[in-house]
């Protein structure tokens, strides 16, 4: 298809160097989340990993700070199995235990690309953005039989040769991937696996958006075993026994704050060579729930520090290995008055097969260039260790539709045409015509109003000047506060902003602020929440590109919180237009 060239008369380049063709808003989604490597002493490892063969694809996104330079990628095995960079040309090589080979120079040496790296016996092919990449390598057979342990941008015999950059959504296949399906990972982000290749072929999954922490979730299909724990919803008091601080009751468990008060099961026989993953949610907390996980205060602790830890309010997860397991057969939380009165539920224990541990390198998001990432994919995010802020990861999508590896729920707002927002990520629309509104306008979108989220005075749609102030803007000033604003020149400006009810919280609201010329006004889920006449006869035409999920402040703030169908329009909906729009996806969004 031809670039339509004659829709509007505004030059290719209307700001700046804005290289998008006139006549269309083309968007770019701003994650770019990756664990980030410095290239001197950072690393990821991983213990435990079997696979058997010669043939194999390594997928994965990778964005270098420095390609011209002697590092590694991927290491693995004895003898050794190596992707990396070698001197001269922004070489990407393959080391095959007797050799080095090269695919070819990296011209794009800034960008994040995807790579595909597929290893059939004797042959290597490397892909890059779904098409394939430099010379097909004739190579000596790798024997994946041998591997037990693979590091991450560093070299397995142990320290140097440290990659620098950013990778995320490492993945290995016991099979040569065809280029459609290279490809289709590619063009698909949201998917584990491409059409065609079964689930048990994924032996290694590292989303490595995990935030600054040490652990990185195995997310492959066996990487977890069965559920450990019975009852773990509380819909009825069977197999928990309780002290009289707990209560259970409507799908809970509750915690009083008067005393120390034990939650227990028996029988769970956990074994100290093995690795486990614990998952709850908590709620109710007026502060905090402050809690020991394990057999007995003073005695033995699943948890890291063998004391009580602080846990608030939403999903919590706590990692068991090694020392911390000793021979407890108990599943036990304690309460304590030190924190508040809460509740717990949804708790999950389940085997980890094998995870990364996160050596040095931490968590970046919104960098670099646009990147489709899996920020579209409502992910379940989970602190390790008494909700720390600096050891989070996104426990991995199940392949299971509509469950993750852990079987907790999550939603795929991909497919609802959302954006995931996590207060970091957002999306620009490049500046143009059609946005150059100057009489009546229409904002409109769906947003996910979660009393767990943070707001802060985040944009939801946003053409905002930070320095003149003229703009058109809706945004929420926390999660139950939306205000829209309009501005004709930086004195002349004007607002309605409303709350929203307790029975709206925790879900999709369908939000349109309409500007008549003479009128602004708020529709809340069809009906009109706010109006007010103004003395605005104009609004101004900034510059500045229009943001999706963030406005522009001297220190940007993006939004956490899905959003679905954000939309523009250059003349105001009627009350009737703002009904159709709200019943033709409340289904949908509900």
């Given at each position: ?477 926390d999660y139950n506060t939306y205000y829209f604003f309009i501005s004709s020149n930086g004195s002349n400006n004007d607002n309605v902003n409303f709350n929203l009810d307790s029975a709206d919280e925790n879900k999709y609201n369908h939000f349109v602020c309409v500007y008549d010329g003479s009128n602004i006004t708020m529709f809340k889920n069809g009906n009109v929440a706010v109006t007010k006449t103004t003395a605005l006869s104009s609004l101004y035409v900034s510059e500045k590109v229009l943001e999706i999920g963030r406005y522009d402040l001297s220190t940007p703030r993006a939004i956490e919180a899905p959003i679905a169908q954000p939309r523009i329009y250059n003349r105001a ?18």
């Amino acid at each position: 298809m031809g670039v339509i060239t004659n829709l509007i008369s505004k030059p290719f380049n209307p700001r700046g160097n804005d290289q998008s063709p006139k006549g269309f808003n083309r968007a770019k989604l701003y994650s770019g989340k990756a664990l980030d490597f410095d290239g001197t002493n950072d690393e990821l490892s991983l213990d435990g990993f079997t696979m058997t063969g010669n043939t194999a694809t390594l997928s994965f996104c990778l964005k270098a700070d420095d390609w011209d330079a002697n590092s590694f990628i991927f290491a693995a095995g004895t003898p050794e199995i190596v992707l990396g960079s070698t001197t001269g040309g922004n070489n990407l090589s393959f080391y095959d235990s007797s050799s080095w080979k090269t695919f070819g120079a990296i011209s794009d040496t800034t960008s994040t690309n995807f790579f595909s790296i597929v290893f059939n016996g004797t042959s290597a092919i490397a892909y890059m953005n779904g098409v394939q990449f430099g010379s097909v390598l004739t190579i000596t057979p790798i024997n994946i039989s041998s591997v037990a342990d693979v590091k991450l941008m560093a070299q397995y015999s142990g320290g140097g040769l440290f990659f620098n950059g950013q990778l995320s959504g490492f993945k290995i296949f016991n099979t040569a991937l065809t280029p459609a399906q290279v490809a289709d990972l590619y063009n698909f982000p949201e998917k584990i696996v491409p059409t065609g290749v079964a689930n048990t072929a994924l032996k290694l999954w590292l989303p490595m958006q995990e935030g600054a922490g040490t652990t990185a979730i195995n997310g492959a299909p066996d990487a977890l075993g069965s559920e450990l724990v019975i009852n773990g919803t509380f819909d009825s008091a069977a197999n928990w026994v309780h002290s009289a601080q707990y209560s259970i009751s409507s799908g809970k468990a509750s915690y009083d704050g008067t005393g120390s008060g034990k939650l227990y099961q028996t029988g769970k026989n956990l074994v100290a060579t093995k690795k486990y993953i614990l998952t709850f949610d908590v709620s109710n907390a007026s502060t905090y729930a402050h809690m020991w996980i394990g057999n007995e205060p003073g005695s033995n602790s699943y948890t890291a520090s063998n004391t009580y830890q602080t846990y608030y309010n939403g999903t919590n997860a706590v990692l068991f290995e090694g020392a911390n397991i000793g021979t407890e057969t108990t599943l036990a939380f304690w309460g304590s008055t030190v924190g508040s009165s809460f509740s717990i539920d949804n708790i999950s224990l389940k085997e980890v097969a094998n995870y990364g541990t996160i050596s040095g390198a931490t968590w970046q998001h919104g960098i670099g260039t646009p990147v489709a990432q899996t920020a579209v994919i409502n992910w379940n995010k989970l602190k390790l260790e008494g909700g720390s802020t600096t050891n989070e990861y996104l426990v991995p999508q199940g392949l299971t539709s509509g469950r993750d590896l852990l079987g907790n729920l999550f939603t795929n707002v991909r497919k609802q045409g959302a954006l995931n927002l996590d207060g970091n990520s957002w999306a620009e629309v490049h500046d143009n015509a059609s946005l150059d509104i100057t009489s009546a306008i229409t904002l409109e979108a769906w947003v996910y109003a979660d009393e767990f989220s943070d707001m802060n005075g985040a944009g939801i749609i946003a053409k905002w000047d930070e320095v003149s102030k003229q703009s058109y803007l809706l945004y929420a000033l926390d999660y139950n506060t939306y205000y829209f604003f309009i501005s004709s020149n930086g004195s002349n400006n004007d607002n309605v902003n409303f709350n929203l009810d307790s029975a709206d919280e925790n879900k999709y609201n369908h939000f349109v602020c309409v500007y008549d010329g003479s009128n602004i006004t708020m529709f809340k889920n069809g009906n009109v929440a706010v109006t007010k006449t103004t003395a605005l006869s104009s609004l101004y035409v900034s510059e500045k590109v229009l943001e999706i999920g963030r406005y522009d402040l001297s220190t940007p703030r993006a939004i956490e919180a899905p959003i679905a169908q954000p939309r523009i329009y250059n003349r105001a909906l009627t009350a009737e237009e703002v009904q159709r729009n709200y019943d033709a996806g409340k289904n949908i969004y509900s």
